[in-house]
């Protein structure tokens, strides 16, 4: 390693190219900033490579498969085709090639100067980049810390062999499991037992028995009720006890909430939790940067940290661990480095999973609005009664809504059903104008369309809904 | 749940600071139990709880200083726990009751409880490109939900606020602008009340001279003998003497019931000049207090009253006010009687004169002025000047004190 004597002066440097970064950098390029930006492996970061978009691959050929038996209704394909693993790696390395290469032309056609290696701070305007035999330093007016967070095995699970998976490992496997074992409740382990059983996965779900599934209570109870029509077996686990693998078999041990002793023998163990900010290399601690006591970066609305030229984005600062954060918080930066006044609000971010048929949250769940002591309404609209479910065969679902009793104003929109993902956008716009009743009963819904099922859960709050039995009783008719 | 909000605890005030908490969160709290101590621009006040529970959320950090009408915690009342599990078990009937109940009592909070912000984001940027909070602009919708046009009449109400003074002092254009002082808190108080007191009471003020020299010649002995007291406490003792043998000067008339109420207790206002204004500690039941006891009580009020620090009770219920001007000079005022007290006295600044004694010589005398302002609905002024005539005796004369001793 060579030390230059000589630095180099930038304006803002953005280290880490994950969505956050290179969102980051795009923008601040668009508005008249000079951005480089550092990454020490593959542009799009952990997201495009083996987070969100090789799960997603996974997620959209499980739901293409599960539509086998209604494809066969239309009388299209047959009962013999046959699934072939070896084509979907191929698939999934194509799309992530094409996604990568398409961020890269981005940063290119921005003019943003990519350098690739390994940045090391060394002082609060100062920081250095490590590439092979290579070290340059650079000096800069300002830093976007988005160097993203690693996932962690809980210590209790250290890894035995190959057959302990983090999440991100299991979208690598080159084979498909015979039977997988997903400890865990968040999105990630939701939508990896829920596509390796559409994929013909034998499943099996060890969930803490404390924590619930991400979503309204309504959905959490209808993925469990999807899971066990799929064969899809959901523990719950109380104690755990221990893990011990052998060349083809792994087996997962532990309490039940009855104190009964349980074990769970498969082919891999997949486990989903926690991740720890990447920051230790990065050395910014050194110069005392504000930092929380899980070690996240503390920052402003503005992102900026307690170091006014170091701002922080995505998973090194508090909250969920999306890239869904971490696009707006890069936006938010460099808006803010560009003079703008902004804002940033993870009040109504849309909590979301592509499992089969796909789920989202937004706002006040019905537990949240108890907690709070809050009069609400709440009308859930079975997709069962919307044409258009029944055309596509996908009349899995509803659409729940839990609005203000004082002031109408919609406090949560939840959905588990076909177009969900779509439908958040709607959810969070909502949500975000403080709209009302009125605001959403009031438009045209196109027909025939799952958007219908908005509208009709809206007025069912009111028991108007058109295509839902009527409440018998209904207190407020 | 219930906020405890700060609210005017009196004198007019308009914001406080937190200086401590007296519970923490999750803490049982009975009804009029002391929650937090809030320091005013005149006091230290304790905000109570309004009724039996715990403590759900402390708002407002300690240090931070807030406007009335701030939430500074939130309590669970004892109860609600059972009415929430209703919730649960028909969300749609109780939800209806509910809201009745919630628009009229509390508002605010419980419509918005996880602080969400109530307008488009469009609105707020309205907002944030002008430098204002959302936070701060009013509703016009019941709901609490701010629109542009909401974001715009505030903007414009402030713009024109600041442009109708402009326009008014900037024309001639030779004019400069004039500092402006906030006409607010305790300044207003003052106003509030000087204005009622001269508008309610006839006041007749008349003037008189008291010679010191002899309560001066046993003040000196006295410190000799080491005790030191200072003169207001004598002036305070022979004015209660004088008070109850004169008690239509330690009245209140009620006009509403057409009666004189001759109070038995003897609570002395002293009117205590301040960095913020006029402040009026009071010593009550000077009549039972010695005169080193009511030194002892003067000094600790006049040092409360200028550090801010004075209990809401140290402030209240006061029959007769005395206004100490000595030390700042003056030789005589008009003041202005604590409404709805029947007199007031000023004390001016004690000189030395040239005075005759008994055998007709010239010595030089320690003489104070004072200036009695009386309401003559109550009282006349021959009755008045009988008053000030015993106060004097018993100054000039101050073995006399002795005799009154209880």
């Given at each position: 390693m060579v030390v230059g004597e000589i630095s180099q002066e930038r304006d803002l440097i953005i280290i880490g190219g994950g969505p956050g970064g290179y969102s980051a950098a795009i923008r601040g390029a668009q508005l008249g900033l000079a951005v480089t930006l550092i990454e020490q492996s593959e542009m799009g970061g952990v997201c495009l490579n083996v987070g969100c978009i090789p799960s997603k691959v996974f997620t959209h050929a499980a739901a293409k498969c599960a539509e086998t038996a209604h494809l066969q209704e239309l009388g299209i394909g047959s009962s013999t085709d046959i699934f072939d693993f070896k084509k979907l790696l191929s698939y999934k390395a194509k799309v992530i090639n094409q996604l990568r290469t398409g961020v890269e032309s981005l940063c290119n056609a921005n003019k943003i100067e990519i350098i690739r290696g390994k940045a090391t701070f060394l002082g609060v305007d100062r920081i250095g980049v490590e590439n092979g035999h290579q070290f340059d330093i650079f000096e800069f007016e300002q830093v976007i810390i988005a160097t993203g967070s690693s996932p962690i095995m809980p210590p209790a699970l250290k890894r035995k062999g190959k057959r302990t998976l983090l999440p991100y490992e299991l979208f690598m496997l080159e084979e498909m499991p015979?039977?997988?074992?997903?400890?865990?409740?968040?999105?990630?382990?939701?939508?990896?037992?829920?596509?390796?059983?559409?994929?013909?996965?034998?499943?099996?779900?060890?969930?803490?028995?404390?924590?619930?599934?991400?979503?309204?209570?309504?959905?959490?109870?209808?993925?469990?009720?999807?899971?066990?029509?799929?064969?899809?077996?959901?523990?719950?686990?109380?104690?755990?006890?221990?893990?011990?693998?052998?060349?083809?078999?792994?087996?997962?041990?532990?309490?039940?909430?009855?104190?009964?002793?349980?074990?769970?023998?498969?082919?891999?163990?997949?486990?989903?939790?926690?991740?720890?900010?990447?920051l230790d290399s990065l050395g910014i601690n050194r110069f005392g940067i504000e930092q929380t006591s899980e070690g996240f970066i503390k920052v402003g609305e503005n992102m900026q940290s307690s170091i006014p030229s170091i701002y922080a984005i995505g998973d090194v600062t508090e909250g969920p661990m999306l890239a869904v954060k971490a696009i707006k918080q890069g936006k938010t930066a460099v808006a803010s480095i560009a003079g703008e006044k902004v804002a940033m609000s993870l009040t109504f971010y849309p909590v979301i999973a592509h499992t089969i048929p796909p789920a989202v949250s937004v706002g006040l769940t019905e537990e949240n609005a108890r907690d709070f002591g809050l009069d609400v309404r709440i009308s859930q609209f079975a997709l069962g009664g919307n044409g258009y479910a029944t055309i596509t065969g996908k009349k899995d679902g509803f659409i729940k809504v839990i609005s203000n009793s004082a002031t109408e104003i919609i406090e949560g929109l939840h959905m588990i059903g076909e177009g969900a993902i779509e439908m958040a956008g709607s959810f969070v716009q909502l949500l975000e104008m403080a709209a009302k009743e009125e605001d959403i009963k009031f438009p045209l819904y196109a027909h025939p369309g799952f958007n219908e099922g908005l509208l009709e859960a809206i007025e069912g709050l009111i028991g108007q809904a058109i295509h839902a039995i009527p409440v018998k009783n209904n207190s407020l008719l | 749940?219930?906020?405890?909000?700060?609210?005017?605890?009196?004198?007019?005030?308009?914001?406080?600071?937190?200086?401590?908490?007296?519970?923490?969160?999750?803490?049982?709290?009975?009804?009029?139990?002391?929650l937090v101590e809030v320091q005013t621009d005149k006091m230290v006040a304790e905000l109570t709880s309004p009724c039996t529970g715990i403590v759900k959320e402390i708002c407002i950090a300690v240090g931070e200083t807030i406007q009335v009408g701030t939430s500074l915690l939130v309590i669970e009342k004892m109860g609600v726990a059972n009415t929430e599990q209703r919730v649960k078990v028909n969300t749609k009937q109780t939800a209806e009751q509910k809201a009745v109940s919630l628009i009229?009592?509390?508002?605010?909070?419980?419509?918005?409880?996880?602080?969400?912000v109530l307008a488009a984001p469009y609105t707020r940027k309205i907002a944030r490109d002008n430098n204002i909070k959302i936070e701060d602009v009013p509703a016009s919708d019941p709901s609490g939900k701010v629109t542009e046009e909401d974001v715009y009449s505030f903007l414009n109400e402030n713009q024109q606020s600041e442009k109708s003074i402009n326009e008014v002092y900037l024309e001639p254009s030779s004019q400069k602008n004039p500092d402006e002082i906030p006409f607010k808190g305790i300044r207003k108080k003052i106003a509030e009340k000087m204005t009622k007191s001269l508008f309610t009471i006839p006041h007749v003020t008349h003037f008189d001279e008291v010679n010191m020299t002899n309560l001066f010649k046993m003040r000196e002995e006295l410190k000799d003998s080491s005790e030191s007291v200072s003169v207001p406490a004598f002036l305070i003792k022979a004015l209660v003497i004088s008070l109850k043998e004169f008690p239509i000067f330690n009245a209140e008339l009620d006009e509403k019931n057409s009666r004189i109420l001759l109070k038995k207790n003897y609570h002395i206002g002293i009117a205590t000049n301040t960095e913020s204004g006029l402040i009026v500690p009071v010593i009550h039941d000077v009549d039972m207090k010695s005169i080193k006891q009511i030194n002892k009580d003067v000094k600790e009020l006049t040092a409360k009253a200028i550090a801010g620090t004075l209990q809401p009770f140290e402030m209240k219920n006061s029959t007769f006010t005395v206004s100490n001007v000595g030390p700042l000079g003056s030789t005589g005022a008009t003041p202005i009687i604590n409404y709805p007290e029947t007199a007031l006295i000023a004390f001016h600044k004690t000189k030395k004169q040239p005075i005759i004694n008994e055998r007709d010589e010239i010595v030089i005398g320690h003489i104070m002025t004072l200036s009695m302002a009386f309401d003559h609905r109550v009282a006349d002024g021959a009755t008045a000047v009988a008053f000030t005539n015993r106060f004097a005796s018993l100054i000039e004369q101050p073995h006399k004190l002795i005799m009154e001793m209880i």
């Open positions: 015979e039977h997988l074992i997903v400890r865990g409740q968040d999105y990630i382990a939701l939508e990896a037992a829920s596509s390796f059983a559409a994929l013909g996965t034998k499943v099996s779900i060890v969930i803490d028995e404390k924590i619930s599934f991400p979503f309204d209570e309504s959905i959490n109870k209808e993925l469990n009720r999807l899971f066990k029509k799929r064969k899809v077996s959901v523990h719950k686990e109380n104690e755990f006890i221990s893990t011990s693998e052998t060349e083809d078999e792994i087996t997962i041990t532990f309490k039940t909430g009855k104190h009964v002793e349980n074990s769970i023998q498969g082919t891999h163990l997949v486990v989903s939790g926690t991740s720890t900010p990447n | 749940m219930l906020e405890v909000k700060l609210h005017d605890i009196g004198e007019g005030m308009t914001e406080g600071e937190v200086i401590h908490y007296l519970v923490k969160i999750g803490d049982s709290v009975k009804t009029d139990q002391p009229g009592q509390e508002g605010k909070l419980l419509l918005n409880p996880y602080k969400r």
